[in-house]
């Protein structure tokens, strides 16, 4: 559990809401003001971050976060040289869309998306004969990090062989010896190799029975040669990342068609309200399921078969949540309501698993639903192609995604669906109990208020959502920021906005 804990984290967190590194100072040195921001907005690399890492990640966790900080900081300034910032970096962060690019992912077509094709997707080799014709083909099974998986083949004889697995990130080596690829064999290499109940994780140690790290097809019936090899990941336009790349821009785009004075950034608006609907297009139509309840809703991961580990598998409820921060906003800049009505499916999602305690009258909740939270799967209900078992894993939502969640709350009760303002009040309430440490200067690694955990301490600028209905999540926030001693510029950007709409 810790495990797969672990590596969601290191999957959906990057640096959600605070770009830039925390920079340590004592308390009397922090400074809440735009000159500060923008000094620290200055230390900020110039190159394009698709450069230098391209994947979709790199946008979703920095870009994004980044322009999420210039369209913070024009709410709190008026500034234009923000919103010109962020007009000239989203529109090099679409150039970089697999179909502006001319590229293809696992599905074979260019997506309106941007590929992931590093550490959370499916890995895949081949094992050739002395020919060259591969004989055995290789898939990953853990959820992340099978870009570092590595298949070693040990020739032992005319009909055996012997199979390596390793994996640094999980510090996990597997060894399976005297292996056949005669189907009638007791070695036969897929009956050792492969084991059906592999889990979505994969534990530390040295092995000889059933594999976590990789999967084994036989095609061929000449002996693989003696090799050594790196699975190779799979790339995919992960949807999931839609949202959270254009929240920021649509954000921007009400702005400008909001403010007469802004007309000339109207063409830049435009284009990113067609790049979003081009791109929503594509995910509602292949990827939008009704359910599991009335007038509930939600996107899956990826379509069975492609490289998300956890293909046709509903996504959490934190990528749901900029969803529909995204959608909303098309519905209020074009008006149609498949937007509105596919948000409000995604509210009711969260809204109807909640857990309400009533003696400090807030909320807790998990960070996924059914079937991940009750019954899980097995190999036999065929629901995912590469995680073919999965435990039930009721963990409560940490609050670092949290954060994405109480996007989609505020954003709801802004369009007066779904969360009303007592909702929103007790969620205010979750981060004044259970979030935040009683002293004001550390936080909680869930919501429902258990273990410290400083390294979540940058998330809580993104609870700075609630103080519209509660200031004094305001006031506890920079307390704690002040206190903490660290800054960043996109914590100062929310400080200074959430300042000036609180006053």
């Not at 922090?30 to 990640?57: C, H, N, Q, Y």
């Not at 979003?276 to 939008?288: G, V």
Request: proline share 6%.
């Amino acid at each position: 559990m810790e495990k797969i804990r672990k590596i969601l984290s290191l999957l959906l967190l990057g640096a959600i809401f605070c770009p830039g590194e925390l920079q340590s100072q004592t308390p009397s040195q922090v400074d809440i003001t735009k000159e500060r921001a923008d000094e620290m907005l200055a230390r900020f690399p110039t190159r394009d971050p698709w450069v230098v890492k391209p994947d979709g990640s790199s946008l979703a966790w920095g870009e994004s976060s980044t322009l999420g900080t210039l369209v913070d900081l024009y709410e709190a300034t008026d500034d234009v040289k923000y919103l010109k910032e962020v007009a000239k970096r989203g529109d090099r962060l679409l150039t970089h869309r697999d179909d502006r690019r001319g590229v293809v992912d696992c599905s074979g077509k260019s997506r309106p998306a941007w590929s992931m094709g590093l550490y959370y997707v499916v890995a895949e080799g081949e094992l050739p004969d002395h020919s060259g014709k591969p004989v055995i083909e290789i898939q990953s099974t853990p959820s992340s990090y099978n870009n570092q998986t590595k298949v070693e083949v040990i020739a032992a004889g005319k009909e055996r062989f012997t199979i390596k697995a390793s994996n640094s990130f999980y510090k996990r080596d597997e060894t399976f010896s005297d292996l056949s690829l005669n189907p009638g064999d007791e070695r036969y290499a897929e009956k050792i190799v492969n084991d059906p109940m592999s889990p979505y994780s994969a534990r530390s140690g040295s092995y000889t029975e059933k594999s976590n790290l990789i999967r084994v097809k036989v095609t061929g019936t000449a002996l693989p040669v003696a090799q050594t090899i790196t699975l190779k990941p799979v790339p995919l336009a992960y949807m999931g990342y839609i949202g959270i790349i254009y929240d920021p821009m649509l954000r921007f785009a009400e702005l400008v068609k909001a403010d007469p004075k802004l007309k000339k950034l109207l063409p830049t608006a435009e284009r990113f309200i067609q790049a979003a609907e081009e791109s929503y297009a594509d995910a509602s139509k292949r990827l939008w399921r009704n359910g599991p309840n009335k007038d509930e809703g939600y996107y899956l991961t990826c379509e069975k078969g492609e490289t998300f580990p956890a293909d046709n598998v509903g996504a959490p409820f934190n990528f749901q949540g900029k969803h529909v921060c995204a959608e909303l906003a098309l519905y209020r800049l074009t008006g149609k309501k498949e937007y509105l009505e596919r948000s409000e499916k995604m509210c009711n999602l969260l809204k109807n698993r909640l857990d309400y305690n009533k003696e400090s009258d807030l909320y807790v909740w998990h960070y996924w639903y059914e079937p991940m939270t009750t019954k899980g799967w097995t190999p036999e209900d065929n629901l995912s192609a590469n995680v073919r078992y999965f435990k039930p894993a009721p963990y409560i939502e940490d609050i670092s995604h949290g954060t994405l969640d109480i996007a989609m709350i505020v954003a709801a009760n802004r369009a007066r669906i779904v969360f009303s303002d007592t909702d929103v009040r007790r969620f205010a309430n979750t981060l004044l109990v259970n979030v935040l440490s009683p002293d004001r200067t550390s936080v909680r690694r869930t919501v429902d208020g258990k273990s410290d955990y400083p390294d979540y301490f940058g998330a809580l600028s993104g609870w700075l959502e609630l103080s519209g209905t509660n200031p004094e999540v305001y006031k506890a926030i920079r307390q704690a920021y002040i206190s903490h001693g660290k800054e960043s510029a996109g914590f100062c950007a929310k400080l200074l906005k959430w300042e000036r709409k609180v006053k």
